[in-house]
């Protein structure tokens, strides 16, 4: 391997393991927007609603929770939205959150359950399955 071939391959390895580090992304999650949500009622989808701060400690912990949780068998199908407390407080009053890291689950129309604050994965996990 030449100078150039090592270099390339450095390079590649580097990425690899920069991308590797960055936190899971659910793929069904999504920024709120009103016609969305309400098209996830109609179709009586399983919904979780993520009201969450880029500055709040306890939402950056729930994050990898519900990421995790969305991987898991059975969960795929549940769409996320993500709503910021900060920029999105009407969205914020007509869910009637008082604060940020509050998790509020629905099953098509009607909310199912809602938690504020709790970073324990399995209470996480019980307000999810509470959509089906």
Known sequence: MNRRQFATFAV?????????ALPAVA??????S???FSAAQKRNARIL????ANWCPTCRAQEPIVNALMDEAGNQN???????FDTQKEVVRYFNARTQSTLIAF?????????VGDTAP????????STH
Do not use: W
């Open 78 to 84: 549940v769409v996320i939205f993500d709503v910021d």
């Open 27 to 32: 793929a069904n999650r999504q920024h709120f």
């Open 122 to 129: 399995q209470s996480i996990a019980s307000l999810v399955q």
């Open 107 to 115: 099953r098509g129309p009607n909310e199912t359950g809602r938690s």
């Open 34 to 36: 009103g016609e969305a």
């Open 49 to 52: 609603v993520d009201i969450s």
């Open 12 to 20: 590649a390895t580097s990425l690899i393991a920069a991308i590797s």
